[in-house]
């Protein structure tokens, strides 16, 4: 089935990486959420930025360090606990096909987070993610990641993503309508409270703009 096939414009997304920071953060605030079914899907974002033709976030050192100073800021003055991994970027494919392998389920995915950005952990290592699988209740884990329809669905789920226009993490998807970042959670429930505000003649405008070429 084609991406494009397998999306339902009806339904709302929430799409991450575990190696966002924000999505952890934003995750933890689950129950502001709007009452909505959200299908939550994990996505490689590395491949969501080759796709773009986006550099890595943290590429840019001094990008890198407002953006680990603006995490923890978010997360003390939302009162969550955090606490940065040994090293990041690190990588999220392991942690991403074990949330596939648990079907999604949205407590499990929660709890790799916290022993990501709670803890601080690694899964990326070999002794991380076997830390990580007894953390979660998966043992089998190891071996749950390795099957062929894990990664197929994972992979699946950066095409959906991609057909939908994502291109960073965290987003949420309403009405096929991006908002994109844990700050953007006000946004999304005044939109899911006043959905005609996007119909809004403002709204439309900007949202239509020209694109004016630089000045070489």
């Known amino acids: 089935m084609s991406a494009s096939a397998s999306i339902d414009p009806r339904q709302p997304y929430f799409f991450f990486d575990f190696n966002s920071p924000f999505s952890y953060l934003l995750l933890e605030q ?56 040994p090293s990041h970027p690190f990588d999220s494919t392991k942690a991403l096909r074990l949330a596939v392998a648990a079907g999604g389920e949205i407590g499990c995915i929660r709890e790799i987070f916290r022993f990501i950005w709670k803890e601080g952990r690694d899964p990326a290592t070999e002794q991380g993610f076997d830390d990580l699988c007894r953390h979660v209740g998966l ?33 949420f998807v309403v009405n096929q309508q991006l908002f994109w970042g844990e700050d953007t959670l006000p946004m999304v429930l005044y939109v899911a409270r006043s959905p005609n505000w996007l119909d809004a003649a403002e709204v439309q405008r900007i949202s239509n703009l020209p694109r004016t070429a630089p000045a070489v």
């Open 30 to 85: 689950h129950e502001k959420w709007p009452n909505m079914p959200f299908e939550v899907l994990p996505i490689d974002y590395l491949q969501l930025l080759k796709h773009w033709g986006q550099p890595m976030p943290g590429s840019i050192p001094p990008k890198r360090v407002f953006m680990y100073r603006y995490a923890l800021f978010r997360a003390e003055q939302l009162g969550i606990p955090f606490k940065m991994p």
């Open 139 to 171: 043992p089998d884990g190891a071996k749950m990641i390795e099957l062929e329809d894990v990664k197929a669905t994972l992979r699946a789920n950066v095409e959906r993503a991609v057909e939908l226009g994502v291109f960073g993490v965290p987003t």
